[in-house]
């Protein structure tokens, strides 16, 4: 398990991979997505942009963590990037799209989505980044 792990974090493709990332919620986020299977489960949306933001946040995380220094700062920089980028779509989608509008609970949705990620990952980042390092 630790070789995949240090495979995935050495690997090049993270960073492209977070940008990939990145586009594909904005683009998801700024169009008609009405046809994609539904739950059928109240506030189903939240959920997917708890998920999708947790998933966001912990992508780039781990792909700039080669480069981002030992500091605590780095991390919460980078998170809270995401959550303004969170801000930036839902402002967008009230603004040039006539099919979305928007919700603060999307928003707060989306900063819990980005707060859990990376309280998870300093949960985890000693134990996967110290043991990867020492081999």
Known sequence: MQKLISLILNSK??????????LFIGYLSLTDI?????????????????????????????ALQPFSSKRIVSKITISLGIIIFGIVIEIFQE????????????????SIGVIASYLCFKFFEKRIFENINSK
């Open 13 to 22: 493709l993270l960073l492209p991979f977070a940008l990939f990332c990145t």
């Open 34 to 62: 009405s046809d994609l299977p539904q739950l059928e489960v109240k506030n189903e949306d939240k959920f997917y942009h708890f998920i999708a933001y947790f998933v966001l946040n912990t992508v780039w995380l781990i």
């Open 95 to 110: 603004l040039i799209t006539e099919v979305r509008v928007f919700d603060v609970y999307d928003i707060l949705s989306n």
